[in-house]
Structure formats: structure tokens, C-alpha cells
């Protein structure tokens, strides 16, 4: 017996597993890069492990009462189409968006307060240029009231899709991200906690199966979305790791 186990032993160590390069593309999903692009060749060399879009509410909600589902369901079909899971972002304010106004401008004619801030450049309907954007007061109650049944809206329609990896919660702030820098505010930091918490309960009570996301600019309320049990409720998510521009912070 001892023998033969020498043997098997020595058997073993003289064997030797060769690995050979595979140049082919293979997919990782949900890890690695994110597509932003309903365009992109699937045999490219980018190993592609999801998409990933953020959608301004006045192009999802632009008439009172009526919803805009096409971008959505458009970017669902595509990235499952490659195999691919999908994520998004709500936004209501955008430093960056390709116009005046992020939120409806409806919510606005209803009598929700706003104000003007100065953004990224974009051009206006009548072919001329300008950098004014609008953004609502997030403590406003029509607002809120609005934004609400649009989130629930949203969540009726997507909540547990598996074709989704998960969304993040968003809404509140500049690009939807929990702060209020960009905007033209006297006080970016003028918002209560008790009041964001508000934007993050319209996610956390209507979103019960597919996953959630929280960016990491407002640690108060990533404290209060995690939640006290053992499995959080949400998950983190970071933009821009690395940055200097986040050295700073």
C-alpha cells in the first residue's frame, strides 16, 4: 500500500496542466465596463459587463398623467438582447442636460417652486445657444407630491424585471447623486435630513425586488437606507473611484 501510494504521488508531480491563451471576447456580467450606448458593436474588444443610463424625468413623465416608457424599455431590450444586465438613474437636476428644464415643465406650471442655476451649454429651440437651467426646490410640496407618484409609477412597471441588475436611487439633488453643489444655491446643504429621507423612502418602499444602489454623497441617509438589519437593504455604489477630484473630500 505504501508503495502504490509513493507511486500516485510521484505520478502527480511529474504531471503538468498547460494553459493555452484564449483571445476570444467572453462576457462577465455586471462586472468590469458599462455601456452608456444602445449602439456599440457586441464583438467589440471592451468586455462590456453591463449597461448603464441615466434618465432625466421630463423625458420619462413629459405630460401630466401620461409616461414616456419607450427609453427604457429600448435599453432593456438591447443589453438583454447581448446578455447583458441593465442599470439606471433618475435624475431631476441636471448640470449637463442637453436643456432647460430635467423635471417636467408641467410640475412647474402647477406652481412648484424653482430656480435658474448655469450649466453646461445646450442648444434651444429656436437655434440659438444658452446655459440656463432650471431646478425645482426639493422641499417643495407639489414637487414632491409629483415626484412621488412618478417613482411609484416607475416601480409598478420595472420592480423585480429580471432583465434589470438594479437601479440606483436617485432623484434627489444635482444629477441625482445627494448633493446640491452646481445649483445656485446659497446653501447647498440647506435640505433637512428629515426631508431626503423622504426621496429615499420613495424608492425603499416601492422598489421590493429588484436591486437598489446608493451613491455615497450623503452619508446620513446611505445610514438610514442600509438599515439596521443584518442583509442591507441597499447596496453602494461610488462614481468616479481614483478621481482627484475626490481627494479633496
Same mark, same amino acid.
Given at each position: @500500500?505504501?508503495?502504490?501510494?509513493?507511486?500516485? /504521488?510521484?505520478?502527480?508531480?511529474?504531471?503538468?496542466?498547460?494553459?493555452?491563451e484564449?483571445?476570444?471576447?467572453?462576457?462577465?456580467?455586471?462586472? $468590469?465596463?458599462?455601456?452608456?450606448?444602445?449602439?456599440?458593436?457586441?464583438?467589440?474588444?471592451?468586455?462590456?459587463?453591463?449597461?448603464?443610463?441615466?434618465?432625466?424625468?421630463?423625458? /420619462?413623465? +413629459?405630460?401630466? #398623467? %401620461?409616461?414616456?416608457?419607450? =427609453?427604457?424599455?429600448?435599453?432593456?431590450?438591447?443589453?438583454?438582447?447581448? $446578455?447583458?444586465?441593465?442599470?439606471?438613474?433618475? @435624475?431631476?437636476?441636471?448640470?449637463? *442636460? *442637453?436643456?432647460?428644464?430635467?423635471?417636467?415643465?408641467?410640475?412647474?406650471?402647477?406652481?412648484?417652486?424653482?430656480?435658474?442655476?448655469?450649466? @453646461? %451649454?445646450?442648444?434651444? +429651440?429656436?437655434?440659438?445657444?444658452?446655459k440656463?437651467?432650471?431646478?425645482?426646490?426639493?422641499?417643495?410640496p407639489?414637487? !414632491?407630491?409629483?415626484?412621488?407618484?412618478?417613482?411609484?409609477?416607475l416601480?409598478?412597471?420595472?420592480?423585480?424585471d429580471?432583465?434589470?441588475?438594479?437601479?440606483?436611487? *436617485?432623484?434627489?439633488?444635482?444629477?441625482?447623486?445627494?448633493?446640491?453643489? &452646481?445649483? $445656485?444655491?446659497?446653501?447647498?446643504?440647506m435640505?433637512?435630513? %428629515?426631508?431626503?429621507?423622504?426621496?429615499?423612502? @420613495?424608492?425603499?418602499?416601492?422598489?421590493?425586488? &429588484?436591486?437598489?444602489?446608493?451613491?455615497?454623497?450623503?452619508?446620513?441617509?446611505?445610514?438610514?437606507? !442600509? #438599515?439596521?438589519?443584518?442583509? +442591507?437593504?441597499?447596496? /453602494?455604489?461610488?462614481?468616479?473611484?481614483?478621481? =482627484?477630484?475626490?481627494?479633496?473630500?
Open positions: @500500500m505504501t508503495l502504490a501510494v509513493s507511486g500516485a /504521488l510521484c505520478a502527480a508531480r511529474a504531471s503538468e496542466i498547460k494553459f493555452e484564449n483571445p476570444d471576447i467572453f462576457q462577465n456580467p455586471g462586472q $468590469g465596463f458599462s455601456s452608456n450606448s444602445l449602439w456599440f458593436n457586441p464583438k467589440t474588444k471592451v468586455n462590456y459587463g453591463a449597461g448603464y443610463f441615466r434618465f432625466e424625468w421630463a423625458k /420619462l413623465q +413629459p405630460v401630466e #398623467g %401620461e409616461y414616456n416608457w419607450e =427609453p427604457i424599455d429600448r435599453a432593456l431590450e438591447f443589453f438583454s438582447k447581448n $446578455g447583458l444586465p441593465f442599470y439606471f438613474r433618475i @435624475m431631476c437636476t441636471n448640470f449637463h *442636460g *442637453g436643456r432647460k428644464y430635467s423635471t417636467p415643465e408641467w410640475i412647474f406650471q402647477k406652481g412648484a417652486k424653482w430656480h435658474e442655476f448655469e450649466g @453646461m %451649454e445646450y442648444k434651444t +429651440p429656436d437655434g440659438g445657444k444658452s440656463t437651467h432650471v431646478s425645482a426646490y426639493f422641499d417643495d407639489i414637487f !414632491l407630491e409629483e415626484h412621488e407618484k412618478f417613482i411609484k409609477a416601480a409598478a412597471r420595472y420592480d423585480g429580471p432583465r434589470i441588475g438594479g437601479l440606483d436611487l *436617485g432623484s434627489f439633488g444635482n444629477w441625482g447623486e445627494w448633493h446640491c453643489t &452646481s445649483m $445656485g444655491l446659497e446653501d447647498p446643504n435640505y433637512s435630513l %428629515e426631508l431626503r429621507k423622504k426621496y429615499a423612502d @420613495m424608492y425603499l418602499q416601492n422598489f421590493k425586488k &429588484s436591486d437598489i444602489f446608493f451613491m455615497t454623497d450623503d452619508f446620513q441617509v446611505l445610514e438610514y437606507a !442600509l #438599515g439596521k438589519r443584518k442583509k +442591507p437593504r441597499v447596496g /453602494l455604489r461610488r462614481d468616479g473611484v481614483g478621481s =482627484p477630484w475626490h481627494f479633496g473630500r
